[in-house]
T-cell receptor, first 112, second 120 residues
């Protein structure tokens, strides 16, 4: 049972445009959500997070939106840059733990 | 943030053998984790490595197959025992560290570069 789902395995976006990566979850006990970015031959690196008490968190070009009623979160990258090309993982954790549940990832390709 | 290194970075092993993966952190951390990422799959938590006590394994993972050591607060090993081709994965070490945020500090999980294991 996949508790965190990223239904789009890949996404291509033109440089300068917006990239929108989506993530759905099923467990209502999740109270903290994160996005990680992964380059080939490297471990995932933390990008941005959001607590369940918020519906939006912004950090520079990156914004994460959380829709708790729909159990959906999204990552917006504006403007997209070629260096953003990577695999993006959505992750969630239940309240009171550090046991992150990861999605399968979305490979973003930003075209110059 | 924590800087994490893993050895080896990659290996090709024969069926039936065992491989021990090392994880070194540049600071003392309480919580260390081992993850596996099988081809095309998400990262899956194998176990939490506790210093001074036995590791805590997630459902589907057992100590006989994935013995873990945690001799101190900066180091851990994961052994993949009696390997089969199904064990071919990237194995990642992870720790919880502190990062500065707009509201002070918070704890986040940091990952090592991973060990890419291929079992023939």
């Amino acid at each position: 049972d996949q508790q965190v789902k990223q239904n789009s395995p890949s996404l291509s976006v033109q440089e300068g445009r917006i990239s929108i990566l989506n993530c759905d979850y099923t467990n209502s006990m999740f109270d903290y959500f994160l996005w990680y970015k992964k380059y080939p031959a490297e471990g995932p690196t933390f990008l941005i997070s959001i607590s369940s008490i918020k519906d939006k968190n912004e950090d520079g070009r990156f914004t994460v939106f959380l829709n708790k009623s729909a159990k959906h979160l999204s990552l917006h990258i504006v403007p997209s840059q070629p260096g953003d090309s990577a695999v993006y993982f959505c992750a969630a954790r239940p309240s009171g733990t550090y046991k992150y549940i990861f999605g399968t990832g979305t490979r973003l390709k930003v075209l110059a | 943030s924590a800087v994490i290194s893993q050895k080896p970075s990659r290996d090709i092993c024969q069926r039936g053998t065992s491989l021990t993966i090392q994880c070194q952190v540049d600071s003392q951390v309480t919580m260390m984790f081992w993850y596996r990422q099988q081809p095309g799959q998400s990262l899956t938590l194998i176990a939490t490595a506790n210093q001074g006590s036995e590791a805590t394994y997630e459902s589907g993972f057992v100590i006989d197959k994935f013995p873990i050591s945690r001799p101190n607060l900066t180091f851990s090993t994961l052994t993949v025992s009696n390997m089969s081709p199904e064990d071919s994965s990237i194995y990642l070490c992870s720790v919880v560290g502190t990062v500065a945020s707009g509201m002070g500090y918070r704890n986040e999980q940091f990952f090592g570069p991973g060990t890419r294991l291929t079992v023939l």
